[in-house]
């Protein structure tokens, strides 16, 4: 996985030029003939400003992929290969994007999400698309995702029943694809299409 790959070589790098910063810094203060109490609150105070420093790059790195200004991927399949790992169960097309349902060693269905830029697909992190709760039920909810530069809107529905003959629709047709999880849960995706406050699921009917 070459994303987290990049971002781990350049938080390494940064905390090595950091390192040899406090190094120069320390021989200029020449901080061994400074009180040891001075010492030692210089000394905190430096790592916890670094330490504060090397946390808030490495979320930035992880949260926006800088790669989207120079790398055109070819397919959602490309894009997948660079973020993730494991394999792809079903890739679902949107208008300007679509999900990518995979599966790896620690889970089954996960999600991710995919921008679609004329001929080409760039990467989407997290804070890229929102997460809306609509529906909350006993055995079943169901969550809107939302690409916040597309504004391609996707749905994911968890079910548990009894019954192996379960039917998905809404107001909109979407295109609903069943995920059997268990032997009594199914995970349902779809993209939806002018996805509106009036949306209505119905389940079997």
Same mark, same amino acid.
């Given at each position: 996985? %070459? ?8 938080? !390494? %790098?940064?905390? +090595?030029? @950091?390192?040899?910063? @406090? ?18 609150? /210089? ?9 504060? !420093? ?14 989207? %200004?120079?790398?055109? !991927?070819? $397919?959602?399949?490309?894009?997948? *290969? ?12 949107? =208008?300007? $994007? ?5 599966? #790896?060693?620690? $889970? ?8 679609? =830029?004329? =001929? ?9 698309? $929102? ?26 529905? +968890?079910?548990?029943?009894? #019954? ?5 629709? #809404? ?8 995920? *059997?999880?268990?032997?009594?849960? /199914?995970? !349902?995706?779809?993209?939806? *299409?002018?996805? #509106?406050? &009036?949306?209505?699921?119905?389940? &079997?009917?």
């Amino acid at each position: 996985m %070459l994303y987290s790959l990049f971002r781990l070589v350049i938080v !390494f %790098l940064v905390c +090595l030029v @950091i390192y040899i910063i @406090i190094k120069k810094i320390n021989r200029k203060r020449n901080i061994k003939d400074a009180k040891p109490t001075h010492t030692k609150t /210089y000394k905190f105070v430096l790592c916890l400003g670094a330490l504060a !420093f090397i946390s808030i790059l490495g979320t930035a790195l992880y949260c926006f992929p800088f790669e989207n %200004l120079f790398i055109d !991927f070819s $397919s959602p399949e490309d894009v997948f *290969k660079y973020t993730a790992n494991g394999y792809i169960d079903k890739v679902i097309y949107g =208008d300007n $994007s679509c999900m990518i349902i995979y599966s #790896d060693n620690d $889970s089954i269905y996960n999600t991710m999400f995919v921008a679609k =830029d004329n =001929d080409s697909y760039k990467i989407v992190a997290y804070p890229q698309y $929102s997460t809306e709760h609509i529906y909350s039920q006993k055995y079943w909810n169901a969550d809107i995702y939302t690409i916040n530069q597309t504004g391609d809107t996707y749905c994911f529905l +968890l079910l548990y029943t009894h #019954d192996d003959n379960v039917n998905i629709s #809404d107001n909109l047709g979407t295109e609903y694809h069943c995920f *059997k999880v268990t032997e009594n849960s /199914y995970y !349902f995706y779809g993209y939806m *299409k002018g996805y #509106d406050e &009036n949306y209505s699921v119905y389940i &079997n009917s």
